[in-house]
């Protein structure tokens, strides 16, 4: 069943076809290298990037995915790209682009797209290869690094066993073994009680305060923590280890493309004159208001960029385990 086609969508391809109603095979360049035509429309054609475009727009890959036109994803895409075309068509054929409400939501699109499109052209120079190391390396000579542990634990529900459970430690019982064996902390307990590399900032307060002063090979505990009573043995304590150029990646890429489209927009706003003509909003007595630590909301597209997290957030701990770090 094909889906029905958003309004938007048709508006977008009112706009394309208005800007290149006369195109046809053979006349002007292709849109972009190496590209094809996969299908005409009345004379009209459609390009194998329109369908890739299409298919980013509606989520089906993400942008710089392949889409292999032989796929069922690519023919399925493509007939909705058709039925865009052949609608806009029997639009432009009734003149509906002359009508007025028409014609100001097209200019609208066309506003949109022109946007988006330099947007793009500004970030595809500015984020490359260069930038993303220059930042990184910057960042580690910057970034404060401290220690982390690697540790095992078992943790049981009163201080009897626990207490029962040091002594059988301490007579030469495995930890390992007795973690998998008596341990009630289902994130660890079948690896041995392994915790992995961890700092004490993303444990626990229990935690921190037991294993502050701790040494490796030193079994410490119990300690009542959130999750039960706890015993930890320290395995290993060495400096933090610096994130990896392809684990921050990501973010780099984030912040370098938010700072370009930021600057662009500052130095537009600059040299033009801008008028608000309608009132700021009015703060509504006892509505709830936005705390300054809020969730990020989701990556918008690139013309409404979302602020960069300028260090990641270390991951929490769950009930008594720390995500293991390599």
């Known amino acids: 069943m094909k889906r029905l086609v958003p309004g938007c969508l048709l508006l977008a391809s009112v706009v394309l076809l208005l800007s290149a109603c006369n195109a046809r095979v053979g006349t002007g360049g292709k849109p972009e290298p190496g590209d094809k035509v996969v299908a005409k ?58 009508d007025p409400r028409a014609a100001r939501r097209i200019e609208t ?11 793009e ?44 459970i040091r002594k059988l430690l301490v007579a030469g019982a495995s930890f390992d073994a007795v973690a998998m064996q008596k341990s009630i902390d289902q994130n660890t307990r079948f690896n041995g009680g392994d915790l992995g590399y961890f ?41 933090e280890q610096p994130i990896s150029l392809d684990e921050a990646r990501p973010q780099i890429v984030r ?37 300054a630590n809020a969730a990020p909301a989701p990556a918008p597209a690139p013309s409404q960029p979302a602020p960069p997290v300028a260090n990641p957030p270390r991951a929490p701990a769950a009930t008594a385990a720390a995500k293991p770090t390599h």
């Open 41 to 98: 429309v009345g004379g009209d054609v459609i390009w194998a990037s329109d369908v890739k475009r299409e298919a980013v727009a509606q989520g089906v890959i993400t942008e710089g995915e392949p889409l292999d036109p032989a796929s069922t994803q690519f023919r399925s895409t493509l007939d909705e790209v058709i039925d865009q075309k052949l609608l806009a068509r029997e639009a432009l054929r009734m003149k509906l682009d002359k």
């Open 109 to 119: 699109a066309r506003e949109k797209v022109l946007g988006d499109v330099l947007v």
């Open 121 to 164: 052209g500004r970030v595809d120079r500015a984020v490359n290869e260069t930038a993303v190391r220059t930042l990184y390396s910057e960042q580690q000579r910057l970034a404060k690094t401290g220690e982390e542990l690697r540790a095992r634990q078992i943790v049981v529900a009163t201080q009897a066993e626990a207490d029962s």
């Open 199 to 239: 700092t004490l900032d993303a444990m626990p307060e229990a935690y921190s305060v037991a294993l502050k002063a701790a040494k490796a090979g030193e079994v410490i505990g119990p300690f009542e923590t959130p999750a039960g009573f706890t015993i930890v043995k320290i395995e290993d304590r060495r400096p």
């Open 255 to 291: 912040f370098l493309t938010y700072d370009e489209i930021r600057t662009l927009l500052a130095k537009l706003r600059a040299a033009t004159k801008v008028d608000i003509l309608v009132k700021p909003p009015v703060a509504v007595p006892g509505a709830a208001k936005e705390p």
